[in-house]
């Protein structure tokens, strides 16, 4: 846990400096990040918490933290064994809701963080389009809530529909073999 409270510390140092952050900056909190990545978990709310309560002018070198842990991760570690993308993604829409809330020029800056991830394939296609169309919109949040009720649709129904080809199969295994025994 001391390289997440070092982590931390570096994470909250930005406030010392005047945005942009410098590439150096940048470099040092990903390597604490990719140092604690035992406690991913614990990395990951700290981001999402600095972006959450940090001023506005702060907002987007939050997010640049996120892409330069989720493209270093993914480099080292392959994209079967990163687990920052998988937990990002897990409260992704509200941390573009309060992302959304950075200087208005800076949104298309957020808009080209997430062409770039979806050009790289960082992130699902059914995640990416609902934050573009939120980036589009950004006070109007039910986008992406909708957006991810059709994915839980496709995803129950796949689910359904697998297990109905199961029963089926099952069953038409038992009258196979009932057929043989009763022959």
Request: aromatic share 14%; with cysteine; hydrophobic share 45%.
């Amino acid at each position: 846990m001391e390289e997440v409270k070092e982590f931390n510390n570096e994470l909250n140092s930005l406030y010392q400096v005047k945005p942009p952050i410098s590439k150096a900056k940048m470099n040092g909190l990903t390597k604490l990040a990719l140092k604690s990545l035992k406690h991913y978990k614990h990395v990951v709310l700290s981001i999402e918490k600095f972006i959450h309560k940090c001023q506005p002018d702060y907002k987007l070198p939050g997010l640049y933290v996120i892409d330069s842990i989720i493209r270093q991760s993914r480099h080292q570690l392959g994209p079967d064994k990163d687990p920052f993308v998988a937990r990002f993604s897990r409260n992704i829409a509200v941390t573009f809701h309060d992302l959304f809330s950075c200087p208005s020029n800076e949104i298309c800056k957020i808009v080209r963080v997430l062409n770039l991830w979806q050009k790289n394939s960082m992130f699902s296609p059914y995640i990416i389009q609902p934050l573009l169309d939120m980036a589009a919109d950004p006070t109007n949040v039910d986008i992406y809530v909708n957006g991810l009720l059709v994915v839980c649709f496709y995803i129950i129904f796949f689910l359904l529909d697998f297990f109905y080809m199961c029963f089926l199969n099952l069953c038409f295994s038992l009258l196979l073999l009932i057929f043989i025994n009763v022959s």
